[in-house]
């Protein structure tokens, strides 16, 4: 099965910060990507702006060693790497200066889709925009984009929102999140509302809970600053987590289209009861298998910024009231791992005796490595002997079920980009669905830091600290293992 490449109309993208990291490793290669699959028109084109004093031909010259680097399989192909190389253009300037900017505005074409890409940190976003809406480039057709993190907290979060709708409207702005960029978090929705088998079970009738889990094994190195500021649960769980945690909560949209999608996800968030301070559990990593501790990467031997945390969470509505949702991600654990275990409650009544033992349904979704999708079914012992029962999987793996041209999907940002490109605003976050995760989250955050809360150490390469397991335990439960 290969899937179906549609293309996009013209355009141009601009990106700001265009030297830098994140457009270097992930948004140019996904664009490479996507110009390699056929869905660029003719005549679309890249002007990455910087500081940087660059001629096109040297942005160029950086550009190609990024795909060399990032894309190898596709850059080897030199008459796709010259013919996307072609289309780049490079303009220096200055955000909080006039310098550059009536060069950008002559590059750009008229009439034609116009994206901007805040690559930058979120203080230049207002200056930017300022720029941007004062040299008369923004028309119907003008989107922009911008990244995580979206603020520090609701107050800085609620400042960015305002700074944007100055100059644009809603529908204009694209506020990225990786994880809804990825297949298999789409492919949560398809599971879902794709099929009837699901739907029905889907409550707290059914279900006993729900465990999502996020597990890394990269560290920090490189982003030492920023992670010191940010944490596990700014970094992960006000963004990633809570969106999975959305899509698998959230009622039925009438439809799949912007609105409806990010009305349903609101309401979640706006459901989440704040969370019990014994409900959730805090770590930092140590030193182990030779590498060095969390403290010693961050070169803070007194750091309290957690760089694991696992969560007891409550959703209360209708479908969900009485069913723990539990929540954990962490850096330098055991595997990479991202997981999400929907445990369905015991039969209620057991037709074949004690002796048969207690048994109940499972689904685990596979996020990545490994992305498919396991129901864990009660059969009968084979033998003879009377009735015994025993739990086997039926185990689907996507890249088995889908073909051997499916075992490498498209990466996160090659989606959104060109979602940017079509003005399908589904996969991305809107202002006040932002604004209600800070809201969660800040009373959290602001209670380790009333109490002073120091974060349990655990070994690198493990599962996380061993209070994230009596979480479970004081509520008779496991979390599943941290398997690749
Ligand atoms: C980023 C976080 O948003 O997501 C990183 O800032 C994290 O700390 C990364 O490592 C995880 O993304 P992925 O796609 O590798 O699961």
């Known amino acids: 099965m290969v899937s179906r490449v549609i293309p996009v109309d013209p355009f141009d993208l601009v990106i700001f910060g265009g030297t830098g990291d994140l457009a270097q490793r992930k948004i140019l290669p996904a664009l490479f990507h996507r110009f390699c699959a056929g869905q660029w028109p003719e005549d679309a084109q890249i002007i990455g702006a910087a500081r940087s004093d660059l001629t096109t031909d040297a942005f160029r010259q950086i550009v190609a060693e990024s795909l060399r680097r990032d894309a190898p399989r596709r850059a080897e192909n030199t008459e796709a790497l010259d013919g996307f190389l072609q289309r780049l253009d490079y303009v220096a300037l200055d955000a909080m200066s006039a310098e550059g900017w009536p060069e950008l505005t002559g590059r750009l074409t008229k009439d034609r889709i116009r994206a901007f890409y805040f690559s930058v940190g979120p203080r230049l976003f207002g200056p930017l925009a300022d720029q941007i809406r004062s040299h008369g480039m923004v028309s119907d057709q003008t989107r922009i984009v911008v990244e995580k993190p979206f603020g520090h907290d609701l107050h800085s979060a609620r400042g960015l929102n305002s700074t944007l709708a100055a100059h644009f409207d809603e529908g204009q702005i694209y506020r990225i999140d990786h994880y809804l960029g990825k297949e298999t978090v789409q492919n949560l929705m398809a599971v879902r509302f794709g099929n009837m088998l699901f739907e029905p079970l889907w409550n707290s009738q059914y279900v006993d809970h729900i465990q999502i889990t996020v597990a890394e094994t990269v560290g920090v190195d490189g982003r030492e600053e920023y992670y010191e500021r940010a944490g596990a649960m700014r970094d992960m769980m006000q963004n990633h987590l809570m969106q999975l945690l959305c899509l698998i909560a959230m ?234």
């Open 251 to 484: 009622e039925p949209p009438a439809k799949f289209d912007p609105d409806a999608v990010r009305d349903e996800k609101l309401k979640v968030i706006r459901a989440l009861d704040p969370v019990e301070p014994h409900h959730i559990v805090r770590g930092q990593f140590a030193t182990g298998e030779g590498e060095p501790g969390y403290r010693e990467v961050v070169n803070n031997p007194r750091s309290t910024t957690e760089s694991y945390v696992a969560l007891k969470a409550h959703v209360s509505n209708w479908r969900w009231a009485g069913t723990p949702f539990y929540l954990r991600t962490g850096k330098r654990l055991v595997a990479r791992s991202s997981v999400i275990n929907v445990q369905f409650k015991d039969a209620p009544h057991s037709i074949f005796g004690e002796a048969a033992g207690r048994h109940a349904n499972a689904l685990s979704i596979r996020l990545q490595p490994n992305e498919g999708i396991t129901l864990k079914v009660t059969i009968k012992e084979p033998g003879p002997g009377g009735m015994r029962l025993i739990d086997v999987p039926l185990d689907m793996s996507f890249a088995d079920a889908l073909g051997p041209e499916n075992q490498d999907p498209p990466d996160a940002y090659e989606r959104l980009v060109m979602d940017v490109i079509r003005g399908n605003q589904t996969l991305f976050m809107r202002g006040d669905e932002v604004e209600a995760a800070w809201a969660w989250t800040d009373p959290i955050i602001d209670g380790w830091q009333a109490r002073g809360d120091v974060p349990k150490p655990y070994d690198s390469g493990s599962t996380g600290p061993g209070d994230a397991e009596l979480l479970m335990k004081r509520d008779g439960r496991r979390w599943q293992g941290i398997k690749p």
